[in-house]
Every structure is written in C-alpha cells, then in structure tokens.
C-alpha cells in the first residue's frame, strides 16, 4: 500500500506535525492561564509566627586531658542546635521560613581548640 503524499511530505509527517503544534497551542494557553509569581517588589506584611529549635548529633572527635599527672583520652560528642523561625504575610497568604545554626554544643568542656 503507497502512502499519500502532499508536496513530497507523506500524510503521516502531516498528522504527527498538526498533532505537535495542538499540543504547543493549548500547552502555551495552560501557561498563560497560570497562577501570578508575586514579585520582590510587592510589600508583605512579614510577622513572626513560631520559633523552634532541634539539636541535630553531628559527630565527635577525642581529646586528651591531664589528670593527676597523667594523660587521659576523652570523646566529646558535637550536636549543633538549629533555631527555625516561620513568617506569615497575612496580606498573600505567604509563609517564609528562615534557619540559624544557633549554637555549637560540645558535651565535654576541654580546651584543646575544639
């Protein structure tokens, strides 16, 4: 069976292109249609609405220390405490979140520089 061709462009290649182009068409109106990205420059009425904090195991190391004249090994574990502080724009219905490392724990004191 012979294929029809237009102009030297088989029937199929005609279909596959219209096909293609219907997608693009209403794909760019989906795009159109689409909820507005708020830009940097609009004005939101920012009020913290929670604080938290989540102390995170985040290793450990030795150190040596005197005692009674003679030289000792210890573990000291490190945790980091992270403060997570939320924002609310009650003007768009945003939320923003902001997070610190608050503080660096050691569970041993030492003061060999770690």
């Given at each position: 069976?012979?294929s029809?061709e237009i102009?030297?462009?088989s029937?199929?290649k ?11 068409f ?11 990205i708020?830009?940097t420059t ?5 009020q ?7 102390t995170?195991?985040?290793g450990e190391?030795?150190y ?9 090994k ?7 405490r992270?403060?997570?502080?939320v924002?609310y ?5 945003h939320?923003?979140?902001e997070?610190f490392?608050d ?5 041993e004191?030492?003061?060999?520089g770690?």
């Open positions: 069976m012979k029809i102009g030297g462009v029937r199929i005609i279909i596959r292109c219209l096909v293609i182009l219907t997608v693009l209403f794909g760019a109106q989906q795009i159109v249609m689409a909820e507005r708020p830009t609009e004005e939101h009425n920012w913290q609405s929670s604080v938290h904090y989540d995170i195991l985040v190391h030795e040596t220390y005197w005692k009674n004249f003679m030289k000792r210890r573990t000291c574990t490190i945790s980091h992270i403060k997570t502080v924002y724009c009650d003007i768009h219905n939320t923003k979140v997070t490392l503080e660096v724990i050691h569970s004191k030492h003061r060999d770690h």
